[in-house]
C-alpha cells in the first residue's frame, strides 16, 4: 500500500528551527513534484513550497529565505526546513506529492503534521 506520511513537527519557540520529513513508502519507483502546503486555524490552506522533479522550487513569500525544500530520492523523502520560525507559522503542515507507480503517477496527500510556535 502507498501512503505519504509527515514528520517532524513539534513545538518550539520563536526564532528556533524544525525539519519536516515527507516519506513516500510502498511500491514506488519515485517522487515527482512536491508540494508542502499549510493550514492553520480558520485559514485556507496555502501553499508553502514546492519542488519539481527536476529541482526548481517555489516558495510562498512569507517563507522566502527562511524555509527550504529539498529531498533525498534514495530515501523517498522531502524535507522542509523551517529556520527563524515565526509565531504566525503555527499550522497543520501537509505534504502533497506525486509519486510514480508501476501503473502511473498519482498525487497522494499526507496527514499532517503540526507545528507550533509560541513567542
Known amino acids: 500500500q502507498v501512503q505519504l506520511v509527515e514528520s517532524g513537527g513539534g513545538k518550539v519557540q520563536a526564532g528556533g528551527s524544525l525539519r519536516l520529513s515527507c516519506t513516500a513508502s510502498?511500491?514506488?519507483?519515485?517522487?515527482?513534484?512536491v508540494t508542502w502546503y499549510r493550514q492553520a486555524p480558520g485559514k485556507r490552506r496555502e501553499l508553502v513550497a514546492a519542488?519539481?522533479?527536476?529541482?526548481?522550487?517555489n516558495y510562498a513569500d512569507s517563507v522566502k529565505g527562511r524555509f527550504t525544500i529539498s529531498r533525498d530520492n534514495a530515501k523517498n523523502t522531502v524535507y522542509l526546513q523551517m529556520d527563524s520560525l515565526k509565531v504566525e507559522d503555527t499550522a497543520v503542515y501537509l505534504c502533497?506529492?506525486?509519486?510514480?507507480?508501476?501503473?502511473?503517477?498519482?498525487?497522494?496527500w499526507g496527514q499532517g503534521t503540526q507545528v507550533t510556535v509560541s513567542s
Open positions: 519542488a519539481t522533479s527536476g529541482g526548481s522550487t
Open positions: 502533497y506529492a506525486v509519486l510514480k507507480l508501476p501503473a502511473g503517477s498519482y498525487g497522494y
Open positions: 510502498g511500491s514506488i519507483f519515485s517522487i515527482n513534484a
